[in-house]
């Protein structure tokens, strides 16, 4: 390792590169309303349109959403908010014409400023104004205004508690000339006559030394913050926690009691970077959530006897900065040191590899307090706009004091941290020096000797550690080395030098291949190939995603062609776009990639309500010329309203669209849990009509009128019971195995002495099964289900006993790449053609309709009653022979096959472990005493890494984490129950489930069974 520094005073022109400029006519602020799309901001996360505001001077530009439309109807955020008001859209300004006229480069989710968790109710018109255009030289100021209103209703109900303050919140927006950052003030006025303009505002009050923000919130005072949503094409970063904001959270502990504390947070995207800082003190993150990131920075104690808590005309004042980068954490560290007057010297330098001395243009430069594990800047080589030489330089600001700075690239080896003192005013110019990677080429093939898509899996043999999310690498379940997705069969991956052995995987109908151990090293790599033969036979089935996000969504950043890609990989052969409130279309992509031969595409929306449910459907139309594609606004609509939209959204291109619910039990994102469904109760209904289902309103949705039960609605088409990889949401637990779970949870792992005798430890896996054994105890009333949880198949049982037809689906919601791989879970439809080139998107959306759908984490499973298939509907009195099949790959566990009868367990199998594709058929006959209906579930316990990744960092769930918090409230705690311990990490595992066939015995219309007598509700 070769290192040069060399300190020396910062020149003028370095003062000129990083510090303030005299404003000129370019550096001007302004503001202004936006005329029309060429004049908004542009980019991959862009929702700013004509009648929105935008602040711009010479080097960055930001949008606030306009409180009203302009045909002048209220204005709702198409983003993850509801309201105006909020800052949307920020940029820097190039002189690239390609950058202007809406084609910018924005890639930031939604910033909204927030008091106590509540935000700005912007219904007035004029609650969202200019108040400076800048126009005089000074400052542009744009202004939102209004009184409080929860962010959601679930805040309402607190309120109705602990008493609810009254307050008026104004948020001004300031550009300097020549600055790029945006000033950030927000006054909370208390009193009826609120807003004081003749009152001079308080500062609210900073720490360094933490805040008790939940008594503050929600008790005694006031919290000043900011919902800083950045987004998924944002990879967040903070100081001690670098860009492992996951990790950072599993292994946190009820952050809203004890909150991350950090000197700022902000993070990169492509040629872009954003952060955030309190004028004063630390900010403190006690949200830090994929969906919800809550940052504050300002507190001030009350008078706990004063409804109010504070004297009316008191006004407070809390300021912070958002920053705009050029791509790195560095450029943001830039500004943060201005702004906060913190001495700081600068460091620059490039980095080269090892050998050649090549410069290594998008390496990354970490500096780390001395010692520390985890980095507190990041600069990056060749991002400055103004830089076009690839010559892997970098540069920044850095606080005076001691630091240590490393080199890293993705696939090679980290430099040594080399130790610096940053003096004030001085420079220090370093040669960092980057180790080789050696490349791994590859080639996968099918059977019949042609290149496929496929993923491939590069697992390190001595099992070293070769990514590290606190750089930036991300963070895969299973530890791999690395995985590509490849749409043509071939690739080329850059490794550090070692052992490796890589797997080739196209889903599961096909085999897997595993290569022979190969090694690269800095001089030399491997060649390999491998083939992937297609055993699992599906004729008249084709492979489908009904669920799917990309970066259209506010919390993905896959591109339209890397979607693609991923699914071509897994074998998927039909998925549907159902991005967040956003239409788009990826035909044109499949076509513009030539691989209309493996998949095939619907246009679908997914409708994100923050607190009724998701809703999804396909096929619909997109127009290209309407926001977000034509997805509607859901801002006060109910379920069925919003059911008819959808539906609408289809019928207006002449389709008929197949609707359905994603994830029911996701807590405050689930339908189910928001309405309170009962699954122990309702009436069956008769003659092939539904019957009703029971309702149980849950406490905290009280105060929330489009929760009432009259608002639900039962007017889809199916459900997804499967979602990505929630396995502990499929089904409810008996008590005894919830209770045992509990227990090891409280110990920490350790065996506890279970209920019914058992010293074997639980595991999800036990919470997706059922046995006979079980069943029998079920029936004998030796105990119930567990009433602590609902599990999604269980749900699912109950409404088919009232009567509804909905389809069951399985679907992965995918975000990303490896997280919850494409295909994870995936729906067999049976289909007239498996042919994706010939496929049609309202075919299978009526075959979804006709509940000829299995869903499935792996295995093939059909299910004939009398000959018929899933989704029919048998006539007969007499003896109905069920035909069982069930297929996997070779690679794939199959352990036990479960059949059931309007719900209830009536026989099981063991599956053989046995190296074949058929892994079992049978054939069991069934003589109904009444209507009845049917379905097979098959499970196995097998971990299926490689192939598919396990969860290691648990799903954070907002509400979960709320609930966690409330918890330690002393005014709240005894009224909010503790989120029940279900298993949050464990392997992903074979579980498929069929659809129905159902038997009338008389021909007048299925008369609904009803719950079964031993489904009762938990004591």
Not at 9 to 37: F, H, K, M, Y
Not at 74 to 79: A, C, D, K, T, Y
Not at 931 to 952: F, I, N
Request: hydrophobic fraction near 40%.
């Amino acid at each position: 390792m070769m290192t040069s520094m060399r300190p020396a005073l910062v020149g003028a022109a370095l003062v000129a590169t990083l510090g303030s400029c005299t404003p000129t006519t370019e550096d001007r602020a302004s503001a202004r309303v936006i005329s029309d799309l060429g004049d908004a901001i542009g980019g991959p996360k862009a929702l700013a349109g004509p009648g929105d505001f935008v602040l711009e001077n010479g080097r960055v530009r930001v949008a606030i959403l306009a409180a009203t439309n302009p045909d002048g109807s209220e204005r709702h955020s198409p983003g993850p908010h509801t309201r105006a008001g909020s800052l949307v859209d920020a940029d820097l300004v190039l002189p690239d014409p390609d950058h202007r006229r809406g084609r910018g480069t924005d890639q930031f989710a939604e910033l909204i400023p927030t008091g106590n968790m509540d935000i700005t109710y912007t219904a007035d018109p004029t609650s969202v104004r200019i108040l400076a255009d800048g126009s005089d030289g000074g400052p542009a100021i744009l202004r939102t205004e209004g009184p409080r209103e929860p962010f959601i209703t679930l805040l309402d109900a607190l309120w109705a508690i602990t008493g609810a303050p009254d307050f008026y919140m104004s948020t001004d927006y300031i550009l300097e000339p020549g600055k790029p950052w945006v000033r950030l003030e927000t006054t909370y006025h208390y009193g009826p006559d609120a807003p004081y303009t003749d009152v001079v505002p308080e500062p609210m009050g900073a720490s360094d030394h933490g805040m008790p923000l939940l008594e503050w919130a929600l008790e005694t005072g006031v919290v000043g913050g900011d919902f800083y949503l950045s987004g998924g094409s944002v990879d967040v970063f903070a100081p001690g926690i670098g860009f492992d904001e996951d990790g950072a959270v599993a292994r946190a502990d009820n952050t809203f009691d004890v909150p991350f504390q950090f000197p700022f947070v902000a993070g990169t995207a492509n040629g872009v970077s954003y952060g955030i800082a309190p004028a004063e003190g630390d900010a403190y993150v006690p949200l830090f959530t994929s969906s919800q990131t809550v940052v504050v920075g300002a507190g001030r104690a009350g008078d706990p006897t004063d409804r109010d808590r504070f004297p009316d005309g008191t006004a407070l004042r809390y300021d912070r900065y958002f920053f705009i980068g050029h791509g790195d954490i560095g450029s943001i560290v830039d500004q943060y040191v201005e702004v906060r007057g913190i001495p700081y010297g600068t460091l620059s330098g490039h980095v080269l590899e090892a050998h050649t001395g090549l410069p290594m243009s998008g390496a990354n430069v970490f500096v780390y307090e001395p010692g520390a594990e985890a980095p507190w800047s990041q600069l990056g080589t060749d991002v400055h706009p103004d830089d076009d030489i690839p010559d892997g330089s970098f540069e920044g600001r850095m606080p005076t004091g001691d630091w240590e700075v490393q080199a890293h690239l993705e696939g090679r080896p980290v430099s040594a941290r080399i130790p610096i003192t940053v003096v004030e005013g001085e420079a220090i110019d370093m040669s960092l020096v980057l180790g080789r990677a050696g490349a791994l080429r590859f080639e996968v093939r099918d059977e019949m000797d042609q290149r496929v898509p496929a993923k491939v899996t590069v697992m390190r043999l001595d099992q070293a550690s070769v990514r590290n999310p606190l750089l930036g690498d991300g963070f895969i379940g299973g530890s791999p080395a690395a995985v590509a997705f490849s749409m043509y069969g071939e690739g080329t991956m850059e490794l550090p030098p070692g052992r490796y052995q890589a797997i080739a995987s196209r889903g599961p109908e096909y085999e897997i291949d595993m290569s022979e151990p190969f090694e690269v090293d800095d001089r030399s790599g491997a060649d390999i190939e491998l083939v992937v033969r297609r055993s699992v036979q599906t004729d008249g089935w084709i492979s489908a995603d009904l669920h799917v996000h990309g970066v259209a969504s506010h919390d993905s950043s896959v591109t339209r062609a890397q979607r693609v890609g991923t699914m071509v990989a897994e074998g998927v052969e039909f998925f549907a776009s159902t991005d967040h409130d956003y239409i788009v279309d990826y035909a044109p992509v499949v076509e513009e990639l030539g691989l209309e031969q493996w998949v095939q595409t619907a246009v679908g929306v997914e409708t994100t309500t923050i607190e009724l449910g998701h809703f999804l459907g396909f096929p619909i139309g997109v127009d290209h010329l309407e926001e977000a594609g034509g997805a509607f606004d859901w801002t006060g609509a109910r379920p069925a309203e919003m059911l008819d939209a959808l539906r609408a959204r289809g019928q207006g291109v002449g389709h008929d669209p197949v609707t359905f619910v994603g994830h029911p039990r996701d807590g405050i994102l689930g339908y189910f849990d928001q309405y309170g469904f009962d699954p122990y109760s309702g009436t069956p209904g008769r003659g092939g009509a539904p019957g009703t289902p029971s309702v149980r309103r849950p406490l905290l949705s009280l105060t929330n009128p489009l929760l009432d039960p009259g608002s639900i609605s039962w007017t889809f088409d199916g459900l997804e019971m499967l979602n990505g990889k929630r396995f502990e949401l499929i089904r409810t637990p008996t008590a005894p195995e919830h209770e045992q779970f509990a227990c090891q949870e409280r110990r920490d792992g350790a065996l506890c002495e279970r209920p019914m005798g058992s010293d074997v430890n639980v595991d999800v896996y036990d919470f997706m099964t059922r046995t006979l054994a079980e069943q029998q105890d079920l029936i004998d009333g030796k105990y119930t289900l567990s009433g602590e949880m609902e599990g999604h198949i269980d749900d699912w049982f109950t409404l088919l006993n009232l009567g509804f037809k909905f389809t069951v689906l399985g679907n992965s919601d995918t975000h990303g790449f490896t997280g919850v791989e494409s295909g994870c879970p995936r729906n067999f439809v049976m289909a007239e053609t498996d042919d994706p080139a010939f496929l049609d998107d309202q075919a299978i959306a009526d075959a979804v309709k006709a509940h000829r759908v299995v869903a499935s984490y792996g295995p093939f499973v059909q299910l004939w009653g009398n000959g018929e298939p899933i989704g029919s509907e048998l006539v007969t009195t007499g003896e109905v022979e069920l035909a069982i099949d069930v297929q996997a790959p070779t690679w794939m566990g199959v352990d036990r096959v479960e059949l059931y009868e309007n719900g209830t367990l009536i026989q099981e199998w063991e599956v053989e472990d046995i190296a074949v594709v058929d892994r079992f058929q049978t054939t069991y006959t069934v003589t109904p005493t009444r209507d009845s209906w049917y379905v097979v579930a098959v499970a196995s316990d097998d971990d299926m890494r490689p192939v598919l990744t396990p969860v290691e960092l648990p799903y954070v769930e907002l509400q979960a984490v709320v609930t966690e918090a409330l918890g330690s409230v002393e005014s709240v705690g005894s009224l909010v129950s503790p989120a029940a311990p279900i298993p949050r990490t464990y392997p992903a595992m074979p579980y498929a489930i069929t659809n129905p066939i159902w038997v009338d015995r008389d021909g007048d219309g299925f008369d609904a069974p009803g719950n079964p007598a031993w489904l009762v509700r938990p004591r």
